[in-house]
Nanobody
Framework: QVQLLESGGGSLQTGGSLRLSCTAS????????MGWFRQAPGKEREGVAA????????RYADSVKGRFTISRDNAKNTVYLQMNSLKPEDAAMYYCAADRSPRMIWAGPLSDKSYYYWGQGTQVTVSS
């Protein structure tokens, strides 16, 4: 069983930057997708960014393209989300997720249905 622990959330003003980190309790295969999701009160969980280390392929939600960058350090079992130019609409609980191998369900890298392991979340608050 893989456990994911997020950190780096906080409160800041519009235009600020944060870097979220997610560390896995055991190594995750480089062919496994890892992603960041977020959920604001009253809204559905949405995929923000995802990465697979084996190819370096990344995917981003349109709402964060050009502002957020996902990266992964396999040696540290850690995935990062660098968030720049934050907006009030970015405020949410951010969750880290990891696919599993062998994969059971695949609905795309930004679908929460594709992920098996989930962290507890880290809160990001953005004030205008």
């Amino acid at each position: 069983q893989v456990q994911l622990l997020e950190s780096g959330g906080g409160s800041l003003q519009t235009g600020g930057s944060l870097r979220l980190s997610c560390t896995a309790s055991s190594s995750i295969a480089s062919s496994t997708w890892m992603g960041w999701f977020r959920q604001a009160p009253g809204k559905e969980r949405e995929g923000v960014a995802a990465i697979v280390a084996s190819t370096g392929t990344t995917r981003y939600a349109d709402s964060v393209k050009g502002r957020f960058t996902i990266s992964r350090d396999n040696a540290k079992n850690t995935v990062y989300l660098q968030m720049n130019s934050l907006k009030p609409e970015d405020a949410a609980m951010y969750y880290c997720a990891a696919d599993r191998s062998p994969r059971m369900i695949w609905a795309g890298p930004l679908s929460d249905k594709s992920y098996y392991y989930w962290g507890q979340g880290t809160q990001v608050t953005v004030s205008s």
